[in-house]
């Protein structure tokens, strides 16, 4: 079983940034593929970004804005925002994935999620 509690997310104006975080429990963290994805109001979950050993992943409207990282020491995964617009509204959800198989970008890929937490960006 692996536990996610997210933070970070709060009320920013256009053109801000935030960085989110997201600490795992687990004894191998290291080897989890760590996702981020958000949904606002009225919309389906949708990808935002991932990182594993492989390398990292962006949803197409991310373009770069919203680099993830990890620190394997602090069982956390970041994700940086930045260039906030009120588009980007939503709760961000963080999520594991144990299983070693590559795909990444689809919500059923992860096991664990954690609680999200609002990111509200105002014009």
């Known amino acids: 079983q692996v536990q996610l509690v997210e933070s970070g997310g709060g009320l920013v104006q256009a053109g801000g940034s935030l960085r989110l975080s997201c600490v795992a429990s687990?004894?191998?963290?290291?080897?989890?593929?760590m996702g981020w994805f958000r949904q606002a109001p009225g919309k389906d979950r949708e990808f935002v970004a991932a990182i594993r050993w492989t390398g990292s992943y962006y949803a197409d409207s991310i373009k770069g804005r919203f680099p993830i990282s990890r620190d394997n020491a602090k069982n956390t995964v970041y994700l940086q925002m930045g260039s906030l617009t009120p588009d980007d509204t939503a709760v961000y959800y963080c999520?594991?994935?144990?299983?070693?198989?590559?795909?990444?970008?689809?919500?059923?890929?992860?096991?664990?999620w954690g609680q999200g937490t609002q990111v509200t960006v105002s014009s």
């Open positions: 999520a594991a994935k144990t299983s070693p198989s590559y795909t990444v970008r689809r919500l059923a890929d992860y096991e664990y």
């Open positions: 687990g004894r191998t963290f290291s080897s989890y593929a």
